[in-house]
């Protein structure tokens, strides 16, 4: 599809440049879809497949033109329709670029020598690998034994240097989702002056949906407290850049202090019509349940193990070292494994590791690669 844009000679240019950037990203854990198709079927950073709103796309070609201006309004404007989407007053909203920004400015703004954050094993790394970059300690607790949050054992962790608790709700990379009163619950045991940082990234994705498991309403109640949001996930914009925090004013401007800026122009204008675009995000969730049911059945019945996933991606045990499973599937042009120990994991990895959810094709693909190193078809 894409080839049809180029010229022979500019496709032969471009295919060279498409080969060296894929065997660049081929060659380390940074194994992301690229924006052009290489031939790998690539479902290693929990990209969406699906893609994202016609109607944003449309409105987006619409102000393209603007690009020689900075972000006028539209910061603005987008943080007033999130505002509104999340029942919160304008203040209580910062648009980010992408939610990764919103983990940095937290860490940046909360860590310092001898306080610590704490989390858990086998959780996204982001916000406790800044906090330990800037000087600060990480306690993590085991996970529980469905390999979701153990909060006996991360309230135990807590003390009185702790500054940050940082949980993934669903889990990145286990995809295990909490017990919602179970989580609201240990929120409120933690004590107030801890910061409490829900990251809730792929939470639209989840068979009960956002609504069932949000915790943002508590910002309003437990001052000390961060949501981060993205749409890089469910809403499909991962390279346009968008995320947002939802906090107590204080508790933003402390992260404000730090920040480089939001997001563009143009990436604020698509997030807007994405939020509105209801019907795109229904069918989008819609068919990440259906993969997601689809790569379980398959699991289940190749004898696959798997923590029960709630976002989009599956960690499982294959029963083979994960870089194995990794390399042998790479070689069938079939890139997973992007997170904590990908091909290069020096330590060759356990025997778990994480699938993103692609297309129904794409999944099958995989799902008949992986049956054949197996030796299960
Ligand atoms: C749990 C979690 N939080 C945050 C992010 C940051 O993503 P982005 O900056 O695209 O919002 C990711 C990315 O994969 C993630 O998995």
């Given amino acids: 599809m894409q080839a049809s844009l180029f010229s022979p000679s500019r496709r032969a240019l471009a295919t060279t440049a498409i080969l060296s950037f894929a065997a660049f990203i081929g060659s380390t854990a940074f194994a992301g879809k690229p924006t052009l198709n290489d031939g790998n079927i690539r479902i290693s950073s929990n990209e969406n497949a699906f893609g994202f709103s016609p109607k944003a796309l449309e409105r987006m070609k ?10 006028n309004n539209e910061s603005g404007e987008l943080a007033k329709v999130l505002a509104a989407y999340e029942g919160v007053p304008l203040e209580y909203i910062m648009p980010t670029a992408g939610s990764g920004p919103v983990l940095d400015l937290t860490a940046m703004s909360h860590a310092a020598a001898g306080l610590n954050v704490v989390s858990t094993e086998t959780g996204y790394a982001q ?10 300690d990480v306690k993590l607790a085991p996970l529980s034994e469905k390999m979701g949050y153990d909060f006996k054992a991360l309230g135990k962790l807590i003390d009185d240097k702790t500054a940050i608790v940082y949980i993934c709700n669903p889990n990145n990379p286990t995809g295990v989702l909490a017990d919602p009163v179970e989580l609201k619950n240990f ?7 801890v910061l409490v940082f829900m990251d809730e990234a792929y939470l639209e994705l989840s068979d009960t949906g956002l609504a069932a498991n949000t915790q943002a309403a508590l910002v309003k109640v437990r001052k000390n407290m961060i949501v981060s949001r993205t749409f890089s996930k469910a809403h499909a914009m991962a390279g346009l850049r968008v995320g947002y925090a939802i906090g107590n004013p204080e508790v933003l401007a402390k992260l ?47 004898g696959i193990k798997y923590a029960q996933p709630s976002g989009s991606f599956v960690y499982f045990n294959a029963g083979m070292k994960r870089n194995d499973v990794v390399k042998k599937l790479q070689a069938s042009k079939v890139i997973i494994g992007g997170i904590r120990g990908g091909v290069d994991d020096p330590t060759g990895g356990g025997e778990w590791t994480r699938v ?20 299960k078809s």
């Fill in 62 to 71: 619409e102000v393209l033109d603007s690009g020689n201006y900075y972000n």
């Fill in 127 to 136: 916000l406790v690998t800044r906090f330990k970059a800037f000087g600060g």
């Fill in 187 to 193: 929120i409120l045991s933690v004590p107030e002056n």
């Fill in 256 to 302: 404000r202090k730090y920040s480089s800026g939001g997001p563009s122009y143009l990436a604020c204008v698509g997030a807007i019509e994405s939020i509105k675009d209801k019907e795109h995000m229904a069918s989008n969730v819609k068919k990440y349940i259906e993969v997601r049911n689809y790569v379980k059945a398959e699991f289940d019945r190749m």
């Fill in 356 to 375: 993103s959810l692609g297309t129904m094709e794409e999944m099958s693909i995989f799902i008949g690669e992986l049956s054949k190193i197996l030796g």
